[in-house]
């Protein structure tokens, strides 16, 4: 059987520690979509794993597959991958011959076209992975694809007719001298991203390298087999559906399906397999956004966030009294939650829980149950709120709207909770949901009741033990 793990809000919603807890009883964990955009972290024994490619449930000793819906740069899967043999682990890491490769050139458009909106003051605020213009080469038919590099006459065929093509758009559309950039990704210069010859070698020898780890495999029929004797699978979503380049709020989007559909797609597995097992929502009991777009219950919302958080914003402390201003509870929430960005370090923009947007991800995904993460952060706030529905232009709605520029008009209706005092998190964790403070439960059975979706598990820490499991999927 499978279980299915996908975002329910912006991304970030603690996913990694869910596969973790849930993945326990699985062989398989898949990757279905994205790529090194995702930073999925898993404690164990002490030791804080950020994963952005491998697949989490490798830091446990499971099969990790990344399936052909990725995007897939080899110089990140690689590092990781050395990376997690330093520190003591032998992640076994199979990759779909039909997954879409990330080159240097793909980084290079990523970090341009961002910067080209900056100029209307449109951009997207990507992670600069080089995921969007890798999807667009995919779904433009000239992308090159894991097999490919595996098959140098191919590769080469594949650059001749893609660098020449991409070093015309950077130049003559977007004017740029290749020669007197600075920019360089995963050791290529400018000018070298677009050198056929200069890439070809490189990548060939990534190719030489997955083959003699034995990693590309024809990633459907390997998942089906698995799942044919006898094995769990569990599909490991990124990203999450309000960044859904259907579902989400578009163009503030990432460039791929993080919703449940293409968990079949992107996995080469069957819709009606994975429709046959579990899907889990992730949510975060607040909410977080990097990058730019609407986020009606922000906190705070017309504070400018800059590097240096504590010059311009809200006092930590006021948040408990009784009446705090949005921009302190703000603040409490991200230091208590530790609400930076894993790369930047910028501070995430923070809000309380936006029921429209649950309903939405229940729908898009038809979640079987759901898990809350980070509810011990929240403690000790007087006062929880949560948007319950939106005003927009009159009307009461319940849901997300289609459009950004509709979203971005809602006022949401929010409710208010009282809060749930700041306890011994692991003895709760230890003794299940009934040592959960009574309001903390009132919070969430309203929600599993909005959503009509179960609450599965309560994330109260980083670790596996801090997350208090009422039902398990895969059991
Ligand atoms: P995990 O898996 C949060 C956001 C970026 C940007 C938009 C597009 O850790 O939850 P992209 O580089 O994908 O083209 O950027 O999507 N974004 C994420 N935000 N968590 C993530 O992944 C994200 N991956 C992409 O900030 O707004
Ligand atoms: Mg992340």
């Known amino acids: 059987m499978t279980v299915t793990i996908v975002g329910a809000q912006l991304g970030d919603e603690g996913k ?5 807890v849930f993945g326990e009883s699985a062989d398989v964990v898949a990757r279905y979509q994205g790529g090194d955009n995702a930073g999925h972290t898993v404690v164990h024994d002490g030791e804080t794993y950020k994963l952005s490619l491998v697949p989490s449930g490798a830091v446990r000793g499971k099969v990790g597959v990344l399936g052909n819906g990725c995007v897939v740069n080899p110089a990140t899967l690689f590092d990781e991958i050395d990376d997690l043999r330093e520190m003591g682990l032998d992640p076994e890491v199979r990759l779909a011959k039909r997954a879409q490769v990330i080159l240097p050139v793909h980084r290079f458009l990523d970090n341009v076209a961002e910067d080209v909106r900056s100029d209307d003051d449109l951009e997207v605020g990507t992670t600069g992975r080089g995921i969007g213009p890798t999807y667009e080469d995919k779904v433009g038919r000239r992308g090159v694809r894991v097999a490919d590099l595996l098959d140098d006459e191919c590769l080469r065929e594949r650059l001749e007719y893609l660098l020449p093509l991409k070093r015309r758009l950077v130049e003559d559309v977007y004017g740029i001298d290749l020669a007197s950039t600075d920019l360089a990704f995963d050791g290529f210069t400018a000018a070298e991203a677009f050198d056929v010859e200069a890439v070809f070698e490189q990548y060939r020898a990534y190719g030489e390298r997955l083959a003699e780890e034995g990693m590309p495999v024809a990633a459907g029929e390997f998942l089906t087999d698995r799942i044919d004797a006898g094995e769990r699978v569990m599909l490991e979503g990124a990203q999450g559906t309000l960044l859904d380049i259907d579902h989400g709020n578009y163009p503030f989007v990432t460039s791929s399906n993080p919703t449940a559909g293409y968990a079949a797609t992107g996995s080469g597995l069957g819709v009606t397999t994975v429709g046959d097992g579990e899907v889990v929502g992730v949510v975060k009991a607040y909410l977080s956004r990097v990058g730019s777009g609407p986020m009606p219950t922000e906190l705070g919302r017309n504070v400018e966030l800059v590097d240096d958080v504590s010059e311009v914003e809200g006092d930590e402390s006021a948040a408990t009294e009784a009446n705090p201003e949005p921009e302190d509870i703000a603040t409490y929430i991200r230091e208590e939650g530790g609400e930076y960005g894993t790369v930047t370090g910028r501070p995430r923009r923070v809000g309380w829980l936006d029921l429209p947007m649950l309903r939405h991800a229940a729908r898009a995904s ?3 149950g759901f898990a809350v993460n980070h ?15 939106y005003d927009l232009d009159g009307e009461t709605i319940e849901t997300v709207p289609a459009t950004t520029q509709r979203w971005g008009r809602c006022e949401p209706n929010l409710r208010s909770f009282e809060g749930w005092p700041e306890v011994d998190w692991d003895a709760v964790a230890a003794e299940g949901y009934d040592a959960l403070h009574e ?10 009741d909005e959503i009509d979706t179960p609450v599965y598990a309560i994330g109260l820490g980083a670790e596996r033990d801090q997350t208090i499991v009422r039902e398990h999927p895969f059991e």
């Open 366 to 368: 038809g979640f079987t």
């Open 375 to 389: 509810v011990d952060v929240l403690a000790g706030l007087e006062t929880v709120r949560v948007g319950h529905s």
């Open 439 to 448: 309001n903390a439960r009132a919070y969430l059975e309203y929600v599993a």
């Open 16 to 20: 990694g520690g869910i596969v973790d």
